[in-house]
């Protein structure tokens, strides 16, 4: 099972929007709608942002949306603030019933 | 509060086996299938196994083959791997984390124990 593809790296201005995209196959990503993101600071274990590719669990902010559209899903971030710098990781349940992440993306606020 | 307490990491011998533990407290455990994911250092997520509530089901990553295997005690609200035949390349800190109840996701996470395989 490959793993989902994220860009390496995305970076914004405090206030600004970004978007993380990850892609997959019909396999994983376009065949289910178990798509996840989570946050990881340095150090920390990941934290789940958004599940079921667009529910946001009790107490993460409503800055932080999700999305997908055939085997590309995607996580946005209004209003980005500093506390937001982290490494973000999208995962996909699959036809194998295996899951699989994404290689990862850091998010930079300028 | 959710606590799942991951422990029984350490340094390893290439070949060497090891058993790590997820001490789970707060919810009730025995309803929840229950997976391990690894992070090698400076490396992404990779989800390693998983297992149903009543240890009916189990799954592994496909690069594990069969060197790993994943149970679990409801009665001791307790997850365990047992890893056999270990390489360099399974150095990395194992996160115990809980699968979100009717949604495809892993909603609780450990802080991880970090296994370090190396002569």
């Known amino acids: 099972q490959s793993a989902l593809t994220q860009p390496a790296s995305v970076s914004g201005s405090p206030g600004q929007s970004i978007t993380i995209s990850c892609t997959g196959t019909s396999s994983d990503v376009g065949g289910f709608n178990y798509v996840s993101w989570y946050q990881q600071h340095p150090g920390k274990a990941p934290k789940l942002m958004i599940s079921?590719?667009?529910n946001r669990p009790s107490g993460v902010s409503n800055r932080f949306s999700g999305s997908k559209s055939g085997n590309t899903a995607s996580l946005t971030i209004s209003g980005l603030q500093a506390e937001d710098e982290a490494d973000y990781y999208c995962s996909s349940y699959t036809s194998s019933s295996n899951w699989v992440f994404g290689g990862g993306t850091k998010l930079t606020v300028l | 509060e959710v606590q799942l307490v991951e422990s029984g990491g350490g340094l390893v011998k290439p070949g060497g086996s090891l058993r790590l533990s997820c001490a789970a407290s707060g919810f009730t455990f025995s309803i929840y299938s229950m997976n391990w994911v690894r992070q090698a250092p400076g490396k992404g997520l990779e989800w390693v196994s998983s297992i149903s509530s009543s240890s009916s089901y189990m799954y592994y990553a496909d690069s594990l083959k069969g060197r790993f295997a994943i149970s679990r005690d409801n009665a001791k609200n307790s997850l365990y791997l047992q890893m056999h035949s270990l390489r360099a390349e399974d150095t990395a800190v194992y996160y115990c984390?809980?699968?979100?109840?009717?949604?495809?996701?892993?909603?609780?996470w450990g802080q991880g124990t970090l296994v370090t395989v190396s002569s």
């Open positions: 079921d590719v667009t």
């Open positions: 984390a809980r699968d979100g109840y009717g949604s495809g996701s892993f909603d609780s």
